[in-house]
């Protein structure tokens, strides 16, 4: 089955600077990839997706990039703010074999003032 | 309009007791999933249900674990025998009709937190 890694497990940044998390998936049918936010007692919330005919996708400060071929794939914030902090989490999935969601670990995200 | 919504948020429970946690979807969404996130951790998928087709349950970790969905909406997460490894926040998601696999927009709940001791 699918298995997503990410990384890294917690990250730290001063305010303003950009932030990486990494994530690569095992199955090379996966076609979507969808990445969320936690916050501290909330379920996650989406705050962008790549599909898999795309490379790059942006939205205000949150970009998203997908190298199929690597079967790697990356969300990127600029200009962090301390809102930004939470629980970020990647995560595919596929049409076939069912349509369950694959989540990665998740990465903890401090952004300092 | 109403998100998710899951019940109890919280759920102490002693070992051993049956618990039964319930996930009320978005109104007209056809999917639903349970999530398992333990303390730091991932989500870990339990179950899937869409439509009126069979459930995918490849994720419960045991016997002890099943699921229910009535009439295509609440559906109710059962744990018997509660262990102590057991104890973790129980997410609940829906996702809207005409889902395809690279259109799936998961709606969380804020889950379950259930401890046993």
């Known amino acids: 089955g699918e298995n997503v890694e990410q990384h890294p497990s917690t990250l730290s940044v001063q305010e303003g600077d950009s932030a990486v998390i990494k994530c690569t998936y095992s199955d090379s049918a996966s076609n979507y990839f969808p990445w969320y936010k936690q916050e501290l007692g909330k379920g996650p919330q989406l705050i962008i997706d790549i599909r898999s005919n795309v490379g790059e996708k942006k939205d205000q400060r949150i970009a998203v990039t997908l190298n199929k071929t690597a079967k790697h794939f990356s969300l990127h914030i600029t200009e962090t703010q301390p809102e930004d902090s939470a629980v970020y989490f990647c995560?595919?999935?596929?049409?076939?074999?069912?349509?369950?969601?694959?989540f990665g670990a998740g990465t903890r995200l401090f952004v300092k003032a | 309009g109403a998100g998710v919504s899951q019940s109890p948020s919280n759920k102490v429970t002693e070992k051993g007791k049956d618990v039964e946690l319930r996930c009320d979807p978005i109104?007209?969404?056809?999917?639903l999933y349970w999530y398992r996130q333990s303390l730091g951790q991932g989500l870990e998928f339990l179950i899937y249900f869409q439509g009126n087709s069979a459930p995918d349950k490849s994720g419960l970790p045991s016997d002890r674990f099943s699921a229910e969905r009535t009439g295509g909406s609440v559906s109710t997460l059962t744990i018997q025998r509660t262990q102590q490894e057991d104890s973790a926040v129980y997410l609940c998601a829906s996702s809207p009709p005409g889902w395809t696999a690279d259109n799936s927009p998961l709606h969380f709940g804020n889950g379950t937190r259930l401890t046993v001791t």
């Open positions: 995560a595919a999935s596929k049409r076939t074999g069912g349509f369950k969601t694959i």
């Open positions: 109104s007209g969404h056809t999917a």
